[in-house]
């Protein structure tokens, strides 16, 4: 099998995004699992390696059908000119953000990556005409998604997957968000990319509650009997194996997160604040739901240390191999779904319906 085409936007260039992709890829080893193509700007890109003083080495292009098999490629799709103001917020930044993510997502449509690992945008400065979106999950699933599907949000690392039923909302829309529908719409994407994507036959979810103590059977809140419950209910009878509704501050300091292969939260805070104080260093972001296989890492732009050479690379590292190992798997799942067996007929009204 050919290595996979690994297509990387840069970010905001404000951040730490060409920092943690130079770093990612001073490793040699890493070129010899992948085709890694970073959509952005070379100047940039020697700008940020000059600065940090780093020492990989890559090669400019200008499409991702001149990217050469073993070394770092970087497709130059920006503006020819881009200030580069270190920890500062700017509109040309995110245009080049922008910039970058329009030119991966459209060689992905025409094939020429297989998956796509985003570094950190700042969400403010890259809103314009064509992105008026909360964030990189929403974008996405408007430029690929086709009918009913629906992106997923789930952090994840080696420990734990924890996805969202509500992702950019304010905390005071997310109660109505937050219908029978919609959880059962989450837990069915959750539950079949457990078993395409992660390989687990039968996954084991854990569902968390609304309301604080889970509602304490409707005085601190309903949601939990009105909408959770019956949607749970309703996917079990799908086959799911749920458990739940568990309230999050008792589920995370018990660490019981250990006892499933995921775990749906509400609302974005309730997900993310335990998951990052466990998983910061590695943590990654992973799009569920959708044709594309795209990955980021957990963390922001960090403006604060942005050109200080201190962002630690690994979040990146293992978004870099997420994406791989999930593009893998979803091969060999559609392979052998590919030509099912016709079914066995051994009932004998079955074989008198046969003929």
Known sequence: MSKIKVGITHGDPNGVGYEVI??????????????????????VASYHRKGLELQTNFTAINSAAEAHDSTLNILHCTADEVKIDFGQPSEEAGAAALAALERAVKDWKEGFIDVLVTAPINKNTIQSEK???????????????????????????????????????????VTKNITKDVLLQKLRTLHLSLQRDFGISAPRIAVLALNPHAGDGGVIGKEEETVIKPAMQKAEEE??????????????GTR???????VLAMYHDQGLAPFKLLAMDDGVNYTAGLNIVRTSPDHGTAYDIAGKGLANENSFRQAIYAAMDIYR????????RRN????????KRDRAERG
């Open 256 to 262: 019981a997160y250990e006892n499933f292969d995921a």
């Open 239 to 252: 086959g799911m194996i749920l458990y739940g509704p568990y309230a999050a501050d008792g589920f995370f």
């Open 329 to 336: 798997r979803r091969i060999a799942w559609d392979e052998a």
């Open 22 to 43: 130079l770093k990612a890829f001073e490793d040699p080893v890493m070129l010899e699992l992948c085709t890694p193509i970073v959509y952005g700007s070379p100047k």
């Open 340 to 347: 099912p067996l016709e079914k066995l007929y051994v009932d």
């Open 131 to 173: 992105f008026h979106f909360p964030g990189h999950t929403e974008f996405i699933q408007a430029r690929v998604g086709e009918e009913g599907q629906r992106a997923l949000m789930i952090l994840m690392n080696e420990h734990m997957r924890i996805a969202l039923a509500t992702t950019h909302v304010p905390i005071q829309d």
